[in-house]
């Protein structure tokens, strides 16, 4: 293995334009987006968040996704180190007009948040039957 295939990628914290009166840290949740004939599918990236800590909004054509992670520890323990840290996921995608928005979907497993996006009909690809003239 290599020093490059060794390193760590530390996480990137949101960018906000103005001041935050929340005292927790922003994260940017890496994701992977990709596309089939019928849809758009986002995976985000969110350890830590339970399916009951994620919120998802719609509001004119942008998507959020939006995750907060407590403390792993009870209140009973004590930290002897602490490298998890507690926060908010942050991100926002701009949708296309051919997803059709009322028909998405979304799944929490093991970390990972998957959002469906569903393209519309006349937007999906489709073969045109050529007829004898």
Same mark, same amino acid.
């Given at each position: 293995?290599?020093?490059?295939?060794l390193q760590v990628k530390q996480r990137q914290e949101v960018q906000?334009?103005?001041?935050?009166?929340?005292?927790?840290?922003?994260?940017?949740?890496?994701?992977?987006?990709?596309?089939?004939?019928?849809? !758009?599918?986002?995976? /985000? @990236?969110?350890?830590?968040?339970?399916?009951?800590?994620?919120?998802?909004? +719609?509001?004119?054509? %942008? *998507?959020?996704?939006?995750?907060?992670?407590?403390? !792993?520890?009870?209140? /009973? @323990?004590?930290?002897?180190?602490?490298?998890?840290?507690?926060?908010?996921? +942050?991100?926002?995608? %701009? *949708?296309?007009?051919?997803?059709?928005?009322?028909k998405i979907e979304a799944t929490m497993?093991?970390?990972?948040?998957?959002?469906?996006?569903?393209?519309?009909?006349?937007?999906?690809?489709?073969?045109?039957?050529?007829?004898?003239?």
């Amino acid at each position: 293995m290599t020093d490059k295939e060794l390193q760590v990628k530390q996480r990137q914290e949101v960018q906000q334009a103005g001041e935050s009166t929340k005292p927790e840290r922003q994260y940017v949740p890496p994701v992977d987006i990709f596309e089939s004939k019928d849809s !758009v599918t986002v995976m /985000a @990236e969110m350890p830590g968040v339970a399916k009951g800590g994620v919120r998802i909004g +719609l509001e004119e054509g %942008t *998507l959020t996704i939006e995750g907060t992670r407590g403390d !792993v520890a009870g209140s /009973a @323990e004590n930290f002897l180190l602490r490298e998890f840290e507690t926060g908010h996921y +942050l991100r926002r995608f %701009t *949708l296309a007009e051919t997803i059709d928005q009322e028909k998405i979907e979304a799944t929490m497993t093991n970390g990972i948040l998957t959002v469906v996006l569903p393209k519309r009909e006349q937007a999906r690809p489709r073969q045109i039957e050529v007829k004898a003239g």
